[in-house]
């Protein structure tokens, strides 16, 4: 494929941009990535991978020359680094962010973005419980959306530029409203997070019930939950604390609707429970049939010889 | 491997029962094996698929001359099997279930089993989301933890010869007191269960997000719910109605846990937030260490070609 950007900084380069840049790289999209990454172990870890061809001891200077700048860092830090960054800009640049939440992110960027530099937010809906830079692959966006709420009144070209790079990654990308894009979040995945990281936080804190018999026999439900609670635990904090109305509300029905099978459990509702759990299991044929996830049994997790 | 049993008869051919076939035969532990489900559809599958060499209209045909009996219904349904089961038991026999609650198969079966028969409580830690005779493969067990609960004062022969059956499927077997599997079984698996449950349900009934939204973004944290949630409504309904105590006692601190998080999240406490996520990263670490799950990215779920 063809350069879509000459240079491409990263602001950040854990799991998300050392991603970008391996996929970035295979396909031939841009001439020069240049990186930065607060620790010192990170940066190293980016040249001796090599997917970045140049790293740097700030911000700040990544960004110079660069036509896309990549912001990824956690969302509580997207204030202080646009501010950094905000002088440096080259005109005509693009400045994107991979975070998950939007409307924070707009709040803390866009002020500090100059005239002649566009921001285009977005949020890939792809990652792993894993993170740091060697935890990057090229494939993570394939088939995956890439979710842009660009800016009232943005100019059109630079958002088609940012959508030609994100699909030669493989991800289909669509545009939200940010206010939309973080109640839908909230649902799909926020929500879902803080109760894995609950959940298991309550079997770690069970005494009856030794650590060593919760890791042993884990199959079956629980461990699914653990693996969503071993995500990064300063993006998640971040997410909760900047996407907290929607978050919240979320949360608030979460409750109502569990103390209602909680109910049902007490006065031995079999028939509520039925119904309930047959609802539940359209939402996952959809899931399937949409192509968003595998109907192997468990995942394909087991081999079936 | 040599026949441990000449004949065993599977009460119910869903997911487990249909494994255990599968994995009894392909290791030759068993000469004959008869099946009873109640659906005609069942039954047809079963002599198609060929894991069963014999299915009868009756569960009380089933167990004729059957050395090992295997309870594979629902909950619920074990107290009408076993009251039928029992005048036709064969002197010697070993009769087992596979539910996932232990104290209330063990009242609702134990006082049906006549003298000379010996009841061995099981519950194998595996399965899918899929249920049916088409959803059985041979490697289910493969690796997994069987748990047996034996009464007290029960002979050891007929627990040691389960055992080396169970073995032979590629299982560990563990002996645990009831009470205790069903307080261990609702951290690990029935509120889990239960949450993701709600979780679906919530975004179901969410009308501000839709249906459609809540699909095509699925990815991340939610999918892994609805996958959870697609299991069999049936015996859901069973586990829950039977392991009311544990449940609700799990319940009970889960919603305390997460009051505890939702207050941080709504006072901005950050570092409470961090500290806990930090947390609770170590027993996915003793989950992948301990070989009960994998710590590929997603579950593997993604190519990293």
């Known amino acids: 494929m063809a350069v879509i950007y000459e240079r491409v900084a990263l602001i950040g380069m854990g799991l998300i941009a050392s991603s970008m840049a391996h996929a970035m790289r295979r396909h031939g999209l841009v001439a020069h990535i240049a990186g930065y990454a607060r620790s010192a172990e990170t940066r190293a870890a980016a040249l001796e991978i090599g997917f970045a061809d140049s790293v740097y001891q700030s911000a700040a200077e990544a960004v110079q020359g660069a036509d896309l700048v990549v912001l990824a860092v956690p969302v509580g830090a997207m204030a202080e680094v646009a501010a950094e960054i905000a002088p440096h800009l080259k005109p005509g640049a693009t400045v994107t962010d991979v975070g998950s939440v939007k409307q924070a992110v707009i709040e803390a960027v866009a002020p500090h973005i100059p005239e002649g530099v566009e921001f285009v937010p977005g949020h890939p809906l792809a990652g792993t419980e894993h993170s ?9 966006f394939e088939n995956r959306w890439w979710l842009l709420t660009p800016l009232e009144g943005s100019a059109p070209a630079p958002v088609a530029r940012l959508r030609d790079l994100l699909e030669a990654l493989g991800a289909k ?31 770690d804190h069970m005494h009856r019930v030794s650590k060593s018999e919760v890791i042993k026999y884990s199959a079956s439900g ?14 998640w904090r971040d ?3 900047t996407n907290k109305a929607a978050t919240l509300d979320i949360l608030g029905r979460f409750t109502e609707e569990l103390f209602v099978l909680q109910r049902a459990i007490r006065m031995g509702d079999g028939e509520q429970l039925h119904a309930y759990f047959t609802r539940t299991r359209d939402i996952r044929r959809g899931i399937i049939d949409a192509g968003q996830d595998t109907d192997a049994p468990d995942f394909g997790r087991i081999k079936r010889d």
Request: glycine share 6%.
């Open 132 to 140: 740091g830079p060697y935890s990057g692959f090229a494939t993570l």
């Open 222 to 235: 629980f461990r699914d939950f653990t693996r969503i609670a071993a995500s990064d635990p300063t993006m």
């Open 173 to 203: 990308v669509d545009e939200l409203d940010p206010e939309h894009h973080d109640l839908v979040l909230a649902v799909v995945s926020h929500t879902p997070h803080l109760i894995a990281y609950t959940m298991v936080g309550v079997a």
């Open 239 to 241: 997410v909760f604390l």
